[in-house]
Nanobody, 128 residues
Framework: QVQLVESGGGMVRAGGSLRLSCAAS????????MGWFRQAPGKEREFVAA?????????NYKNSVKGRFTISRDDAKNTVYLQMNVLKPEDTAIYYC????????????????????WGQGTQVTVSS
């Protein structure tokens, strides 16, 4: 069993930055691909970014966040991060961390329901 706890959300003005963290329990963190999703009010939950488990550092991003968001992981700390820069009001959402050992990150966009573990979410609000 893996438990995921997100932190780092908050309120920021457009153009600002936030760094989200997701701390995972368990000894096998390095064997999980990790990623972030978000859900805005009245919208479906959507993929944001993911990073592979095998130490290769392979990443995948939603097109609209490329160049602004960076996902990274520290396996020694069992933590995955999402650095968000140049935030826009449309980035406002609840951000969720996810973990999975099987599904390649290229498929996370369309098969999120298959992911093993989810956190409770952290709110990000970007004002104009």
């Amino acid at each position: 069993q893996v438990q995921l706890v997100e932190s780092g959300g908050g309120m920021v003005r457009a153009g600002g930055s936030l760094r989200l963290s997701c701390a995972a329990s368990g000894r096998t963190f390095s064997t999980y691909a990790m990623g972030w999703f978000r859900q805005a009010p009245g919208k479906e939950r959507e993929f944001v970014a993911a990073i592979s488990w095998n130490g290769s550092g392979v990443t995948n991003y939603k097109n609209s966040v490329k160049g602004r968001f960076t996902i990274s992981r520290d396996d020694a700390k069992n933590t995955v991060y999402l650095q968000m820069n140049v935030l826009k009001p449309e980035d406002t959402a609840i951000y969720y961390c996810a973990a999975d050992r099987s599904l390649v990150i290229g498929l996370w966009v369309t098969r999120q329901r298959e992911l093993e573990y989810w956190g409770q979410g952290t709110q990000v609000t970007v004002s104009s």
